[in-house]
């Protein structure tokens, strides 16, 4: 029996093999991973690493280029959506491309028809951490701390619309506390 993982795999697999196959010869220039994010985050480092396999493997240069702006990187998503279609230009994005239509209505391109998925590259789980000085050592503690002063407490995400964001802000609304967002642009920012 195939197993759920093998078979939502199998397509990628296969999608890669047809591109191989459709492509002798690729890449006979530089190929650009654009990371619609400020350098330093974690798009930015794995976007390097891989950038670095991919070149040592093709013999090719791969440059990765931040193009950090507009909420939940627009502006460099919507680069590569105006690109040439020939997989030299790349976007490593986050879950903000799932979600970025269900926020901004009016995105300069469809993530759904301007894109072709080729590979999930990685997931990273999401903790909350404290300032040592708040007398909270978890997570019932520091609800009850944030009910008693309304207020008090802030948070930094990534940015409006991102994973931290929109988990922060069901967070809560599940735990009933008032906590300020502060919004910076990027991870490596906040």
Do not use: C
Request: charged share 15%.
């Amino acid at each position: 029996m195939v197993s759920r993982r093998a078979a939502l795999a199998a397509p990628i697999l296969l999608s890669a093999a047809r591109v191989g196959a459709q492509s002798a010869g690729f890449p006979n220039r530089p190929v650009r991973i654009v990371v619609p994010y400020p350098p330093g985050g974690p798009n930015d480092l794995v976007a390097r690493a891989i950038g670095r396999g991919m070149g040592e493997r093709w013999g090719k240069p791969v440059v990765v280029d931040n193009r950090p702006g507009g909420a939940a990187g627009v502006v460099g998503t919507e680069l590569v959506a105006r690109s040439e279609p020939d997989g030299y230009t790349l976007l490593l994005n986050g879950i903000t491309h799932a979600i970025s239509p269900g926020l901004y209505p009016r995105l300069p391109y469809d993530t759904a028809t301007d894109f072709t998925a080729i590979s999930l590259v990685g997931w990273a789980p999401l903790i909350m951490v404290l300032n040592p000085n708040v007398p909270a050592r978890n997570v019932a503690e520091f609800i009850a701390l944030a009910r008693a002063e309304p207020g008090r407490f802030s948070y930094a995400s990534t940015g409006n619309g991102t994973s931290i964001h929109l988990a922060s802000e069901m967070f809560k609304q599940m735990a009933g506390v008032d906590i300020l967002h502060v919004p910076y642009r990027g991870s490596a920012p906040a």
